[in-house]
């Protein structure tokens, strides 16, 4: 591939795609910075999921701290945290860890298996998006990739607000 600035007769992802007027090549234009915004959404949303899950598991800490944890102690998770609710077997292995001299919050916080679903779930559609993008500048076409710059530019503007797990 080549270095090009062709606006008619280009051709992107699939033949179905072929640029026959400048208001097609807008559009594609458009379309590509619309690709590139969604793709900042959908790390923005993965990042805020994230922190929700990093308070549940911290509420639920806090809720059972190390150094008197009770088993019958804030049996109910706070509210709309039902995946962070600890069964039978989360109260065996806290008794477990105690016995064995393992101290709370030493290891990797374990999530649920739907929080996992919705994380990879959110992954995978961020890991479509950019893959297209980046298909779409291996076109080497000077516009498109502009086009994905600016969407990157709006998308850090608009979405990329939080620092260091701090909303600003």
């Known amino acids: 591939?080549?270095?090009?600035?062709?606006?008619?007769?280009?051709?992107?992802?699939?033949?179905?795609?072929?640029?026959?007027?400048?208001?097609?090549f807008a559009g594609s234009c458009l379309g590509?910075?619309?690709?590139?915004?969604?793709?900042?959404?959908?790390?923005?949303?993965?990042?805020?999921?994230?922190?929700h899950i990093t308070r549940s598991v911290l509420a639920r800490q806090s809720c059972h701290p190390a150094s008197?944890?009770?088993?019958?102690d804030c049996e109910t998770p706070p509210a709309g945290d039902e995946d962070v609710r600890e069964k039978g077997d989360a109260v065996r292995t806290r008794r477990l860890g105690a016995w064995l001299g393992l101290?709370?919050?030493?290891?990797?916080?374990?999530?649920g298996m739907g929080?996992?679903?919705?994380?990879?779930?959110?992954?995978?559609l961020q890991f479509a998006a950019a893959y297209a993008v980046m298909l779409l500048a291996m076109y080497y076409n000077g516009?498109?990739?502009i086009c994905i710059l600016?969407?990157?530019?709006?998308?850090?503007?608009?979405?990329?607000?939080d620092v260091g797990g701090v909303e600003l």
């Open 1 to 24: 591939m080549l270095w090009n600035w062709y606006t008619l007769d280009a051709c992107f992802l699939a033949s179905t795609w072929h640029i026959t007027s400048a208001g097609m």
């Open 150 to 161: 600016a969407g990157a530019f709006l998308g850090a503007v608009l979405f990329g607000g």
């Open 143 to 145: 516009y498109i990739l």
């Open 68 to 72: 008197s944890a009770k088993d019958s």
């Open 32 to 51: 590509v910075v619309c690709l590139v915004l969604v793709h900042e959404v959908l790390r923005r949303v993965q990042r805020d999921y994230d922190r």
């Open 115 to 124: 929080q996992r679903l919705a994380r990879a779930g959110l992954h995978t």
């Open 103 to 111: 101290k709370r919050g030493t290891g990797p916080a374990r999530v």
